[in-house]
């Protein structure tokens, strides 16, 4: 019975926690619908409320916004908008600091999170995996050099709080595992092993930000 019982709840756990957080998703998104006059709403059409529209919503904002800023005008109109949030000083610091970590995270271009790390932390013979996150830089930078390397440790099972180092390029071990399979091991505590990769030696970091 208890082998079975613990069958039923792997089942159950990752369904019912998925389902939570989805319909938390749902709700918060269609708090939006609060913006919409009354006599608009899903609500005066069919006479009760249709979970989801929030979402949609949002989804076409998104799309249309980024649609809008493709061209000259909307460029115009968004570089307008930052030069007026700009002159707000608490407002300022915000969002150009919300702006630069999301501008970095979500670049095609950018090395951010895109590889993997064996690093030695918090001491010496203790490993754990860490990410890319760049380089060293201001005056930080100027007292290290150029043989460091920024990475990011996130705590388990929770990667969104971590730790923000600055090691030397030669003590970090490129991992030939996706970010992906890296965070799935994390937040698993290690239950959740990726598969197994065969690579011909451990890559130390030294040529990450080159690439």
Not at 62 to 80: D, K, P
Not at 124 to 141: K, L, R, S
């Amino acid at each position: 019975m208890k082998k079975y019982f613990v069958t039923g709840l792997l089942i159950w756990i990752p369904l019912v926690i998925t389902f939570v957080v989805l319909a938390w998703i749902v709700n918060t998104l269609d708090q939006i619908l609060l913006l919409v006059p009354a006599t608009v709403r899903p609500e005066a059409f069919f006479g009760f409320h249709v979970p989801g529209i929030g979402v949609v919503i949002s989804l076409l904002l998104i799309l249309i916004t980024g649609l809008a800023a493709a061209n000259f005008v909307g460029q115009r109109m968004v570089g307008f908008w930052e030069s007026l949030l700009s002159r707000i000083p608490v407002v300022k610091s915000i969002y150009y600091s919300v702006k630069q970590v999301s501008d970095t995270l979500l670049s095609s271009n950018g090395q951010a999170f895109r590889k993997a790390l064996l690093i030695q932390y918090p001491r010496e013979g203790m490993w754990t995996i860490g990410f890319q996150t760049g380089a060293p830089g201001g005056d930080a930078a100027h007292h290290l050099g150029n043989e460091f390397v920024s990475v990011y440790v996130p705590t388990t099972p929770n990667p969104t709080s971590g730790f923000f180092l600055m090691l030397p390029r030669k003590d970090a071990i490129e991992l030939d595992m996706s970010v992906d399979e890296a965070l799935k091991y994390i937040i698993s505590m290690g239950v959740v092993a990726p598969p197994p990769h065969r690579t011909a030696a451990p890559r130390p970091a030294a040529a990450l930000l080159n690439q």
